[in-house]
């Protein structure tokens, strides 16, 4: 679809004027497609964004889905590569805003930070997607890792793989997190097998497992809050 089009009614340009007056004023209460077509109207400069902004939460089902969306997945959607390059930088700009609050902090003290940086940087997924978030003696992040990519409803993880990378780091504790694409983060019984495999690699070598979570869509499962830790 080419990013212009034949100019609409006049009446669109102050439109987008007044949207984004009222987004300056209150951004949070601006609903998912009225961002969309802001962000759009960036991009798109002669042609009323609205349509196509709704069309596009319709067909991923969500702001979420379509900013975590793979680019390719994108482009054979016929957007153009200037639009992919916007939803991208957006999805980008709002992960680096997370992980930085995440590191401002110990991770134990900035708990909500850390949940909702995990939150945006997995719960869209398509796939399962493993993570870990290394932590020095005082809880600072270290380092935040994604250690494998698997299916829609498994991954496969190597205990040896992840406490070798925090010596490596000199780290002292870790949290894992992994993502459920179904939305529902109740642990399955695979998930707690490999919490306990990682568990006893890292007692072996005095490293703290701090808690592993999964994030679903709109939730979370903590295995500590859980009592599997």
Known sequence: MPDIDKPDDPDYLGHRKRLRARFLQAPDALPD???????????????????????????????????????????????????????????AGGLRL?????????????????????????????????????????????????????????????????????LELSASALILVHNHPSGDPKPSQADIAMTREVQDACSKLGLLLHDHVVI???SNASFRSLGLL
């Open 33 to 91: 497609y009225e961002l969309l077509e802001m962000l759009l109207g960036f991009v798109i400069p002669r042609q009323d964004t609205k349509p196509r902004a709704k069309q596009l939460l319709k067909d991923f089902g969500s702001l979420g889905d379509l900013l975590s969306a793979d680019a390719r997945r994108l482009t054979d959607h016929g957007l153009s590569e200037t639009i992919v390059a916007m939803l991208k930088a957006v999805h």
């Open 98 to 166: 997370a992980r930085a609050e995440t590191r401002k902090r110990d991770a134990l003290s900035s708990w909500d930070a850390v949940l909702a940086y995990c939150t945006a940087a997995m719960a869209y997924n398509p796939v399962e997607e493993f993570r870990v978030l290394y932590l020095d003696r005082k809880n600072g992040v270290i380092a935040d890792e994604a250690q494998q990519k698997g299916t829609v409803d498994h991954t496969p993880v190597y205990p040896r793989e992840v406490v070798k990378r925090a």
């Open 216 to 218: 679903g869509r709109g």
